[in-house]
């Protein structure tokens, strides 16, 4: 068969089809019966072999069979607008060779093909800009390390103390932060924040140019794009993070505030030596608050945001002249961006030079027991979780009284020194735990160890010797608050500092009944220090001149049970307390140097008992967490505590006469709760030498045992450790951390 082409075409384009073997097809229309019904037998057998064999249609031609009956209207109504653009399209559709055109240009596109190019990549572009922007979102979670801050503890006068945590963060909200420090800022690092989209093309450019070929990576971010990258992402410098930190940049800046980003961006950023936000860098530079800087302490603050490990000064000599020239630069730009007045920034001639070290960071010896203490107590107080605690951002100031402190520590590290050199091996074992406490419940000061680093538990807040004849004030104070009973169904009979009790050396204690008798089966009796007698000696000669025996007595006569409840309303945990036995006022119990102090500033306030705290305020980034401070609470009458406190005296002054404040001696006033009283206190067994004495309404109560934590957790004798009675150890560091007296 042959078909040819219209006459335009030329003789050699004529084209021949020749179609071969094509089977016959049977004549149906004038066959007989048979043979249609054997053709379409033959067909449908044919039909259902092929079906089976058949393969499954594509996804794509299943799609299409879908979407075009509902694609069908809309394409008859574009149908129109692409009759219009279809000739012009046709002109770009690129012919190859081109004709007409000799050499490389027959190759060569047309300036309509690329425009048409030009414009169909920025239509692809702009679409995929458009569908990635829609399907950024901005992440739920936010870098832990982003949100994470420092807990700082400070002393009573306000300074700081230490701090905790892994991260050096406290966020600030704006209002806080001054306009120059944040001006300074915006003018080093983005001068348009106010007014950028949160992206700088430009700036993206640059930054992918230089990922890609490998240079220099700094730069082209506005301040919106590394929050994003403080906060959501990471520091990676590759193409992929930079393109998501840009899309989530664009949706930030729609959903939140130019202020909420800047407040965010100057609590996340790095400043070195350890620190993130600018609160903390102004504390670690300066020594002081954000709110104290001006502009030019600001202007050198901005420069480490370029690198702090490039612009320290007190790193290298070459540090600190890229820094002077950064500081320099950013108050001039202040000034060209109109926010530093030209005659303020005339002033600015020094540069501000930060403090060599951050007064931050202090850990080791005696701090870290203040801040253990304070910690337990705040979380506790301020019902903080231990998870909410970590994440930091706390602000602790603490009771804690710095020259107190230096005080304790010093006259404690002097004794254990001395110690050491006399006698080595028995020095070794030695502990030594003090505290001074106010008569308000203020903890002013702790010894807890020689270095919470090699020793971790706090010897001031252990409980581990006996209180020995320390103990015995209290013992005073429950008979005279209660009376006492001498028979068992009897009338209460009043104490005074004039009733008599035998002050003899093994008296045996008795009952309404008889004698003691103790597990042993042997009669219980009080033993006095170098076993001395007194015979009949009142009470309060008793106290001063710290005989046992008649408050051993006293105690049963008064009942343990109020002899232990008084000991706990004046500060006493009852943990302390063993067996409810005679032993019980002679001290059995074992209070901590830190309830001791508490113990004896109930007598110095007149009675009434404060729970010792370590923590005045907390404040989380700025805000006032609600404490639940204590109270004071009445422990026995102040007529009680103004006995007890007068026979302290009493044993103060005849224990160091040559100690007594010379106002003290000459005193005739009757009151005696403004006068230095104190206490020595020895064990059974020569285990433990306390001394608790107050002055100027502070207790300080100081121990001395030996342990020897390889072996075992069991007191030693002290063998000469504590010194003795005209040179005592406790007593020593108690004058030492309370002078002066008067």
Do not use: C
């Not at 066959?31 to 044919?46: F, L, M």
């Not at 992929?240 to 989530?248: G, H, N, V, Y």
């Not at 504390?283 to 690198?307: R, T, W």
């Not at 020995?468 to 005279?480: D, I, N, R, T």
Request: charged residues 20%; proline residues 6%; glycine residues 10%.
């Amino acid at each position: 068969m042959q078909f040819k082409v219209p006459a335009a075409f030329r003789a050699d384009e004529t084209m021949q089809l020749r179609v071969s073997d094509i089977p016959a097809v049977p004549d149906i229309s004038s066959g007989s019966e048979e043979a249609v019904n054997e053709t379409a037998g033959k067909k449908k057998a044919r039909s259902s072999k092929n079906r089976r064999k058949a393969p499954r249609p594509s996804v794509f031609a299943r799609v299409s069979g879908v979407l075009r009956p509902r694609l069908a209207p809309l394409a008859g109504a574009l149908a129109p607008y692409v009759a219009r653009v279809t000739p012009y399209a046709r002109k770009l559709r690129p012919q190859y060779p081109r004709p007409g055109r000799q050499g490389w240009r027959r190759w060569a596109p047309s300036w309509r093909q690329w425009l048409g190019g030009a414009l169909a990549a920025m239509g692809l572009s702009s679409l995929l800009l458009v569908v990635a922007y829609a399907a950024t979102d901005i992440p739920d979670n936010i870098n832990s390390y982003a949100t994470q801050q420092d807990n700082v503890y400070f002393w009573a006068d306000g300074t700081p103390m230490a701090r905790t945590g892994w991260v050096q963060r406290q966020a600030m909200p704006l209002k806080d932060i001054p306009e120059d420090v944040r001006w300074a800022v915006l003018a080093a690092e983005n001068a348009s924040f106010y007014s950028d989209p949160g992206i700088s093309v430009k700036g993206i450019s640059r930054a992918l140019f230089r990922t890609i070929g490998q240079g220099d990576t700094q730069g082209g971010s506005t301040i919106t794009q590394q929050y994003v990258k403080n906060v959501y992402l990471n520091q990676n410098q590759t193409v992929s993070r930079k393109f998501t930190e840009a899309m989530i940049s664009l949706k930030l800046d729609n959903q939140m505030s130019k202020d909420e980003i800047l407040e965010g961006y100057l609590n996340t950023s790095w400043f070195g030596r350890g620190t993130y936000g600018i609160q903390r860098a102004a504390q670690a530079y300066y020594g002081k608050d954000v709110g104290d800087l001006n502009a030019s302490e600001a202007a050198f603050l901005a420069s480490l945001l370029k690198g702090a490990g490039l612009y320290d000064p007190t790193l290298n000599s070459a540090n600190r002249a890229r820094a002077v020239e950064r500081w320099s630069w950013t108050l001039d730009r202040m000034v060209d961006i109109g926010k530093l007045s030209k005659a303020e920034r005339a002033t600015y001639k020094t540069f501000p030079e930060p403090l060599k070290s951050n007064p931050l960071y202090d850990t080791g010896e005696q701090s870290d027991y203040l801040v253990e203490l304070a910690s337990q107590y705040a979380k506790k107080a301020g019902g903080i979780s231990d998870k909410d605690f970590d994440l930091g951002g706390y602000q602790i100031y603490t009771t804690f009284d710095k020259k107190r402190e230096k005080q304790l520590t010093d006259a404690v590290t002097k004794a254990r020194k001395k110690a050491l050199e006399d006698d080595p091996k028995k020095a070794a074992a030695a502990h030594y735990g003090a505290s001074s406490v106010a008569a308000d419940g203020r903890i002013l000061a702790v010894y807890g160890g020689p270095d919470h680093r090699t020793q971790g538990y706090n010897e001031s807040n252990s409980t581990t010797v006996p209180a020995g004849s320390a103990f015995l004030p209290f013992v005073y104070a429950a008979g005279l608050e209660h009376g006492i009973h001498k028979t068992r169904d009897g009338a209460t009979e009043p104490v005074t500092g004039q009733t008599l009790y035998d002050g003899d050396d093994k008296v045996p204690v008795t009952t309404p009944e008889g004698p003691y008798w103790n597990r042993s089966g042997k009669k219980e009796a009080a033993k006095n220090d170098g076993g001395r007698s007194y015979g009949q000696i009142s009470l309060h000669r008793a106290l001063a001149l710290s005989v046992n025996t008649p408050f051993m007595q006293l105690g049963m006569d008064t009942g343990l049970d109020m002899v232990r409840s008084t000991a706990e309303k004046s500060g006493l945990l009852p943990s302390s307390f063993g067996a409810q036995v005679p032993a019980l006022s002679t001290g059995s119990s074992t209070p901590s140097a830190i309830r001791m102090a508490s113990g004896y500033s109930t007598f110095a306030a007149g009675g009434k008992h404060t729970e010792p705290y370590s923590v005045r305020l907390i404040t989380r980034n700025g805000t006032k967490v609600e404490l639940d401070t204590p109270e004071a609470e009445r422990a026995f009458g102040a007529d009680v505590a103004e006995e007890v406190n007068s026979a302290l005296a009493d044993s103060f002054s005849t224990a160091h006469p040559g100690d007594v404040p010379a106002s003290q001696r000459e005193s005739t006033r009757t009151g005696s709760l403004g006068l230095v009283a104190g206490k020595k206190g020895t064990t059974e067994g020569d285990t433990a030498a306390w001394y608790v004495g107050t002055a100027k309404a502070v207790s300080t109560a100081v121990v001395v045992y030996r342990i020897d934590l390889t072996k075992s957790l069991e007191p030693l004798p002290l063998e000469g450790i504590a010194g003795t009675s005209d040179d005592s150890v406790p007593y020593g560091i108690w004058s030492g951390a309370m002078s002066p007296l008067g």
